[in-house]
């Protein structure tokens, strides 16, 4: 076991499960001692889990939800402005029945969001841009700035941002 795992499972871990809701800075040097890469504006709530910080990393202005799970046996890579919502799982390794473990990295796209209760499987891109609604599960790739749902996860719309120089009209 090296060094950062034995502190993880002794130390990092118990610290941070017990660290005060607000404490994100707390919390981004306890992972980052563990050898995630963490941005200094990340806010990852206490609640949340992660497994091996060692193959975690998160962009900046990332928020990550409580209750949500990161199983990091392969990198798992979070772009810039990104939500993760509460209760998402994101499983970069799988174990099969017959003792094979799949690993694979997982990596979502900045200005992405993952709503609640949803389950990336590993070896998912899920492109910049992209919202994949609560409650489904992405087994393949999800195309930049789209809109997915469903289980399995489907595209089934384009995103489209209202242009800055367009004027908004009132009542």
Same mark, same amino acid.
């Given at each position: 076991?090296?060094?950062?795992?034995?502190?993880?499972?002794?130390?990092?871990?118990?610290?941070?499960?017990?660290? +005060?809701?607000?404490?994100?800075? +707390?919390?981004?040097?306890?992972? =980052?001692?563990? $050898?995630?890469?963490?941005?200094?504006?990340?806010?990852?709530?206490?609640?949340?889990?992660?497994?091996?910080?060692? =193959?975690?990393?998160?962009?900046?202005?990332?928020?990550? &939800?409580?209750?949500?799970? +990161?199983?990091? &046996?392969?990198?798992?890579?979070?772009?810039?402005?990104?939500?993760?919502?509460?209760?998402?799982?994101?499983?970069?390794?799988?174990?099969?029945?017959? $003792?094979?473990?799949?690993?694979?990295?997982?990596?979502? &796209?900045?200005?992405?969001?993952?709503?609640?209760?949803?389950?990336?499987?590993?070896?998912? /891109?899920?492109?910049?841009? @992209?919202?994949? &609604? @609560?409650?489904? /599960?992405?087994?393949?790739?999800?195309?930049?700035?789209?809109?997915?749902?469903?289980?399995?996860?489907?595209?089934?719309?384009?995103?489209?941002?209202? @242009?800055? =120089?367009?004027?908004? /009209?009132?009542?």
């Amino acid at each position: 076991m090296s060094p950062r795992e034995l502190y993880w499972s002794l130390l990092g871990r118990v610290l941070y499960r017990w660290s +005060f809701h607000n404490a994100y800075r +707390f919390r981004r040097l306890l992972l =980052n001692l563990a $050898g995630a890469r963490l941005h200094p504006t990340a806010k990852i709530r206490a609640r949340a889990r992660v497994d091996k910080p060692w =193959n975690f990393s998160a962009g900046e202005a990332v928020l990550i &939800g409580d209750d949500a799970r +990161f199983f990091c &046996g392969a990198p798992v890579s979070i772009g810039d402005r990104c939500t993760i919502s509460q209760l998402a799982t994101l499983c970069a390794e799988t174990a099969r029945r017959r $003792g094979e473990v799949t690993a694979a990295p997982i990596t979502i &796209g900045s200005d992405s969001w993952v709503a609640a209760d949803t389950l990336v499987l590993p070896g998912v /891109t899920i492109g910049a841009g @992209s919202v994949v &609604g @609560s409650r489904a /599960t992405v087994e393949t790739d999800i195309q930049p700035w789209s809109v997915a749902v469903g289980e399995p996860a489907r595209r089934i719309k384009a995103r489209e941002l209202a @242009s800055a =120089n367009t004027p908004e /009209t009132d009542p």
